[in-house]
């Protein structure tokens, strides 16, 4: 099925799928980001989940994002197909894209990269807060917790100094471990590093395992916990979907 030009294919077999409504929403600026970012949320939510690539993987790529999508469980994904050498060159197509894509899967959640001072990833994240207001798209009429996902930034300095890892999803070891087979599908540098991770950010949230995303927007009625850096409770938003909950 196509959504004005966008399709949803099943990554794992190449067959187009129907769009279908899901709570979640991950966009990337380009293959392997949806994974460091939020591979856990995709293992954990795969049946509940779709990912979204703005740019155009070559073929190699796009063979690393069939197995990596084969080992989160092959939630649906689509690729938008704009070159990323021109990645933000018109706005308003990418913005009406996502809008129609958020108009079809009505998430409760739209996950995208902190933007840092990387051109791709500022792209992917001005194109998803464009999306959520345009009135001619999903915005309009459905409430959207936005949330930023870490990328594994090599470079501190990449993320502003006041950037509040506020919110965690919390994960189990298989989930994990789905996350770093699935980086390691692409051939991350950052794949190793995955586990660690993850035990560090839950450790702070006094669980096992967990990925942190920053609050961007919190839609009325969504229910999440901010943390401070100790892990402590800062205060509470009503919601229907509890995030680091299954659905």
């Known amino acids: 099925m196509h959504i004005q030009g966008v399709s949803m294919i099943d990554q794992g077999t190449g067959a187009p799928r129907s769009p279908r409504r899901a709570t979640r929403l991950v966009v990337a600026p380009h293959v392997g ?9 995709l293992a954990k939510h795969g049946e509940d989940a779709v990912v979204v690539i703005l740019a155009e993987p070559d073929e190699r790529r796009r063979e690393q994002l069939a197995a990596a999508q084969q080992e989160l469980g092959r939630p649906p994904a689509t690729v ?11 706005m308003d197509l ?10 079809m899967v009505q998430p409760s959640i739209l996950y995208l990269p902190f933007p840092s001072n990387h051109h791709d990833r500022a792209v992917a994240y001005e194109t998803g807060m464009r999306a959520v207001r345009a ?9 959207v917790t936005v949330l930023a996902y870490d990328v594994g930034a ?10 509040r890892w506020n919110v965690r ?23 190793g590093g995955l586990r660690r991770n993850a035990r560090l950010v839950g450790e702070a949230g006094n669980v096992d395992w967990a990925e942190q995303f920053a609050v961007v927007r919190m839609s009325p009625g969504h229910r999440a916990t901010y ?21």
């Open 154 to 163: 090599v470079e501190v300095s990449e993320y502003a100094d006041d950037v």
């Open 94 to 103: 990418l913005v009406g894209m996502l809008a129609d894509l958020l108009a």
């Open 80 to 90: 938008l197909g704009v070159s990323r050498r021109h990645l933000g060159e018109d």
């Open 227 to 247: 943390r401070d850096e100790t892990g402590a409770a800062r205060r509470h938003v009503r919601s229907g979907v509890v995030v680091g909950g299954r659905r």
């Open 169 to 191: 999803e919390t994960l189990d070891e298989l989930d994990v471990e789905r996350k770093t087979a699935a980086a390691t599908a692409y051939g991350s540098p950052l794949a």
């Open 33 to 41: 980001d949806e994974t460091l970012g939020c591979g856990g949320v």
């Open 135 to 143: 009135p001619y798209g999903h915005g309009a009429r459905h409430p």
